[in-house]
């Protein structure tokens, strides 16, 4: 139901670490210091997926192709 999707909006440090590969204590960390948003629901804070996405977008970093010096290129 609507709740239930609600809470998809939301992961807890653990599910973020699943997800992302980074750990739940820098999750913490990161919502202590502020940089990323969190939300407090009682004694649980929850990162909106929306943040955990704009964190990975932010330092994704795209691909290059080296060229080999015999290709006439520079690395």
Do not use: N, Y
Request: with cysteine.
């Amino acid at each position: 139901g609507e709740v239930h999707s609600i809470a998809r909006e939301f992961l807890s440090f653990k599910e973020a670490m699943a997800i992302t590969g980074i750990s739940d204590w820098t999750w913490r960390e990161w919502a202590d210091i502020g940089k990323c948003a969190s939300v407090k629901m009682g004694h649980r804070v929850l990162i909106p997926v929306s943040e955990i996405q704009r964190l990975l977008s932010d330092g994704f970093r795209p691909t290059f192709q080296v060229v080999s010096e015999r290709d006439g290129g520079e690395r």
